[in-house]
């Protein structure tokens, strides 16, 4: 969910994953199933680029070619090593050495049209070896109905570059609930704003489709603005009651999501350019530095497409852990390629 423009993403990715879940041939097909709605949300997107994205790297040329094949290495052989983790093992708020926060309502194009107001105080805790966020409804200052939740990040106090993810976390449930468990680019100055720099979305669940677990991957080549970000769903039961765990692992030349060490879908380039002399940044700009995003939106162009319904709130996503591996072999790839 990415909030940058996630939530653009997320319409289409929903539609998408629908199909997704309904057949079992993996064609990656655009979504396209309801042009009239493409069009609007397209055309409203367009219309917002201006004042969403002025704060974005200028655009590189589209022949700007990266590495996304020929590295040898053993898989089965990475000897992965933790290199960061929070463990939730204290109390309070979330470790400021490890964790930042989003606050506000997306001003500047990040909100996706979502209801809630993302705060720094009262919407994530650390308590009996778990983090908490809570949505929840509450009264602003005038007496007026307002939603506030939070959204916390790892940028600018751990970015990573290569590596496997782990994140043990059970998920809110109700109408319009959108937690997400995610990751945006550090740096955008290298191949522009989004979602030319990427984003990939490790975890997203929307609560009208439960127990559906979400992974896609924007880059400028295909992305939510025309639902031609490539992605998979998989159906896992108790995603609300149980706590599961969903995997990433960042590769110099594939990305492999996965729910309980199950494999949900895997993007690699070369499947889809042919050649992988051919992959440019727009099809792989996953060889720069990406943060950890974690949190739950209420409403908005995915979360809310099927409405919302305050009688869920308040709703919580409480996360275990977060373990993060890397593999000297890779490190030492990614090193060479620098
Ligand atoms: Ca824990």
Not at 113 to 123: A, P, W
Not at 249 to 273: A, C, H, M, Q, R
């Amino acid at each position: 969910m990415k909030r940058k423009l996630t939530a653009i993403c997320m319409i289409f990715a929903t539609a998408f994953a629908v199909v997704a879940c309904q057949s079992s041939d993996k064609s990656q097909t655009n979504n396209t199933k309801d042009k009239t709605e493409t069009q609007t949300v397209k055309e409203r997107i367009a219309n917002s680029i201006p004042d969403r994205y002025d704060d974005y790297g200028e655009t590189k040329p589209a022949d700007y070619y990266v590495k996304a094949d020929g590295f040898d290495y053993d898989y089965s052989n990475l000897n992965y090593k933790l290199v960061w983790s929070d463990e939730f093992d204290y109390e309070g708020l979330p470790d400021e050495s490890k964790w930042t926060y989003d606050i506000g309502k997306g001003q500047g194009g990040w909100g996706n049209g979502e209801l809630q107001k993302y705060t720094d105080k009262g919407n994530a805790w650390v308590k009996d070896g778990k983090l908490t966020i809570e949505l929840r409804k509450e009264q602003d200052e005038f007496g007026k109905d307002m939603y506030t939740s939070a959204r916390i990040k790892t940028k600018g106090k751990a970015d990573f570059r290569y590596g496997k993810f782990e994140i043990k976390a059970k998920l809110p449930k109700g109408k319009g609930t959108w937690p997400a468990i995610w990751m945006l680019p550090s740096s955008t100055t290298e191949y522009g704003g989004w979602p030319m720099s990427g984003e990939i979305d490790i975890m997203e669940h929307v609560g009208y489709l439960q127990n559906i677990i979400h992974s896609n991957v924007h880059c400028q080549k295909y992305n939510g603005l025309d639902g031609s970000n490539k992605g998979w769903a998989k159906k896992v039961e108790g995603v609300s009651e149980e706590f599961h765990t969903y995997g990433f692992e960042w590769l110099p030349d594939k990305l492999i999501f996965t729910v309980d060490g199950e494999t949900i879908f895997t993007y690699d380039p070369d499947e889809y350019v042919g050649n992988s002399k051919n992959v440019t940044k727009d099809e792989w700009p996953f060889d720069k530095e990406f943060h950890l995003i974690m949190n739950i939106a209420y409403g908005g162009s995915w979360g809310g497409s099927s409405g919302t319904d305050d009688e869920c709130l308040p709703q919580q996503m409480q996360v275990d852990y977060v373990r993060v591996y890397q593999s000297d072999v890779i490190s030492a790839l990614a090193e060479k390629e620098k």
